[in-house]
Nanobody, 126 residues
Framework: QVRLVESGGGSVQAGGSMRLSCAGS????????MAWFRQAPGKERELIAN?????????AHPLKDRSTISRDAATGTLHVYLDMNSLTPEDTATYYC??????????????????WGQGTQVTVSE
């Protein structure tokens, strides 16, 4: 059973940095594209970045030049990280980790993400 657990959220002042972590279990990591999304109150959920099992990454508009996604399974548990910097109050949202089973674990533009974590809140204050 696929399980994704996010951590690392909290409050930070504008201009600060934050690292989010996602621990994955219950699936074959090399078969999955992993991603981070976020959803602010009253807004639609939006993709931040994804990363394939091949390590290739794609970044979407919201945090494109202010974030880095990475993944590491060296400990036997898959960890997917999202490092964010130069945060602004507009980055306040619930951040979600997601997994999509794809051919070869490669991320495609048409990926449908079937598995989601419970989310972690990020609040950026002035």
């Amino acid at each position: 059973q696929v399980r994704l657990v996010e951590s690392g959220g909290g409050s930070v002042q504008a201009g600060g940095s934050m690292r989010l972590s996602c621990a994955g279990s219950g699936f074959t990591y090399s078969w999955y594209c992993m991603a981070w999304f976020r959803q602010a109150p009253g807004k639609e959920r939006e993709l931040i970045a994804n990363i394939g099992s091949d390590g290739r990454t794609n970044y979407a508009h919201p945090l494109k030049d202010r974030s880095t996604i990475s993944r590491d399974a060296a400990t036997g548990t898959l960890h997917v990280y999202l490092d964010m910097n130069s945060l602004t109050p507009e980055d306040t949202a619930t951040y979600y980790c997601a997994a999509s089973r794809t051919r070869g674990g490669v991320c495609y533009a048409s990926n449908s993400f079937n598995y989601w974590g419970q989310g972690t809140q990020v609040t950026v204050s002035e």
